[in-house]
């Protein structure tokens, strides 16, 4: 009860701190007032303190008390929607290649990886339910597993999907390696070769490679940094280009970090469901919110099955367990065709190990914490980049997931950003892998999914120097 009431607290402070009640400086009441003021033990006013002081919220100084240290009002101005640029030749796939190359260096920050970093993953609990899993099998898990995909599981996912507004039986899921091969599954259900696929611009550029790898054509529909994907110009594109599928990442999109509202999400689907276009829903991010409660999908208001759900546990708990799932719908049968094609049947023992983690309750407990901790380095990160990035920055206002789109001054291209970086041994995400057209040259993706350190505050502060180098070289020419 003492950590929930200390939490509740928090959260007010909090509450009058974006809100500007409390502005930056201002001196909050001391322990003992706070404590007494709000009726609680010394040590509940303590934790409260102490855990906005771990968003950076506030500060102690010393023998003075508590002060304000940072107000929405610092915050640099959120991205800007989308513009109509000329399209420049990038190749994403050569971009993303040099990328993930660099990336594995030894001795980079990498600031571009969009997963949590490794120490926020519980390794031990994982090792305990991979041991039990295999230790329960009759045959160690050595057979393969039912086409469609460990019963169990399957029967915890469709259990956790009430969370999202679903209703739903083993029998609809269908396990994949990871999001990506069920994205691949519905793609190739609801798709044929040079058919036209409307995605989000900016997307994810694993989106694209797997689009190009296909033989289909993307169809970017802009993107609204506070309600995803503009409905109004994907009806009006549907006009002129005869659109096959939709798949978008309706929660907290990588990398804008949009989170469609449920109404628009109910608007998408009726609206698709009336001209009979599938709609592919990546919701790998879903479970990493920031908020009371979680976003439903698109799939919770899919009537007809043209909805087909996408997820993992990749990004939230084991990215190398590969442990995947779609829900395909009305196109179950196809998937279920197109996975024994291809792979017959997924990893047993990586799907026992998952099922036994959900089993035990380990995951509820791991995503409260996780998603806790999430809230908090998007917080300092963002505040990092507002105190050290030019006063012409844009970022995003996130409310999940894990990565800052920051648009920087134009006279910053990305890529080059990306080159000179790297010789300071700092990875960044470069803007031009989120469009097949080259947009984007000067945002870049920052991931918070690692802790915030005095490495990752030092690698920022190059960031800063570098990018006010380029737009000063800029200005003199």
């Not at 979680?294 to 099955?305: E, I, Y």
């Not at 087909?308 to 196109?331: M, N, Q």
Request: hydrophobic residues 40%.
């Amino acid at each position: 009860m003492n950590e929930f009431l200390y939490l509740q607290i928090a959260e007010k402070l909090q509450q009058q701190i974006e809100k500007q009640v409390l502005k930056t400086g201002d001196k909050l009441p001391s322990v003992r007032a706070l404590s007494k003021e709000q009726g609680i033990s010394l040590t509940t006013a303590y934790q409260a303190y102490g855990e906005l002081e771990t968003k950076g919220l506030i500060e102690a100084r010393p023998k003075s008390g508590y002060y304000v240290r940072f107000s929405p009002s610092q915050y640099p101005r959120t991205v800007s929607r989308q513009k109509t640029t000329k399209p420049q030749q990038v190749s994403v796939a050569s971009v993303a290649t040099l990328v993930y190359q660099k990336m594995r260096q030894e001795g980079v920050t990498r600031l571009s990886l969009a997963t949590p970093s490794v120490d926020l993953l519980p390794e031990a609990k994982l090792n305990k339910s991979m041991m039990e899993a295999i230790r329960r099998s009759a045959s160690s898990c050595l057979e393969y597993e039912d086409l469609q995909g460990h019963l169990q599981l399957r029967e915890h996912i469709a259990k956790n999907a009430f969370s999202w507004g679903g209703i739903l039986t083993a029998e609809e899921i269908v396990t994949t390696q990871g999001c990506m091969e069920a994205l691949v599954y519905c793609l190739k259900a609801v798709t044929e070769h040079g058919d036209s696929v409307a995605i989000e611009s900016p997307v994810y550029f694993g989106i694209s490679n797997v689009l190009h790898s296909l033989g289909l054509k993307a169809v970017e529909i802009p993107v609204d940094p506070e309600t995803g994907v503009d409905i109004t110009y994907l009806e009006k594109a549907m006009k002129t280009v005869a659109i096959k599928a939709c798949l978008f990442v309706t929660n907290f999109s990588n990398p804008s970090g949009a989170n469609m509202p449920a109404e628009r999400k109910k608007q998408l689907v009726e609206l698709l469901h009336k001209k009979k276009i599938p709609l592919i829903e990546d919701d790998i991010y879903g479970e990493m919110y920031f908020g009371k409660t979680r976003p439903v999908t698109c799939k919770s208001f899919d009537t007809g099955g043209w909805v087909l759900l996408c997820s993992s546990i990749s990004k939230a708990l084991a990215p190398g367990y590969r442990v995947g799932w779609c829900l395909p719908g009305r196109y179950l049968d196809k998937v279920l065709h197109l996975k024994l094609m291809s792979s017959v049947s997924s990893a047993t023992p990586t799907q026992a190990a998952i099922a036994h983690f959900f089993e035990t309750g380990r995951y509820d407990l791991h995503m409260r914490n996780l998603r806790k901790t999430l809230h908090t380095q998007c917080l300092r990160y963002t505040q990092a980049i507002a105190s050290f990035f030019p006063s012409d920055t844009k970022i995003s206002r996130p409310a999940g997931g894990f990565v800052l789109w920051v648009e920087l001054n134009p006279a910053v291209d990305a890529l080059e950003l990306f080159h000179e970086a790297l010789t300071y041994g700092i990875s960044i995400a470069p803007g031009q892998l989120f469009s097949a057209h080259g947009k984007f040259r000067h945002h870049i993706r920052v991931s918070f999914g690692a802790p915030y350190t005095p490495l990752i505050e030092k690698s920022l502060k190059t960031l800063a120097r570098l990018i006010t180098q380029k737009i000063n070289k800029s200005q003199s020419r």
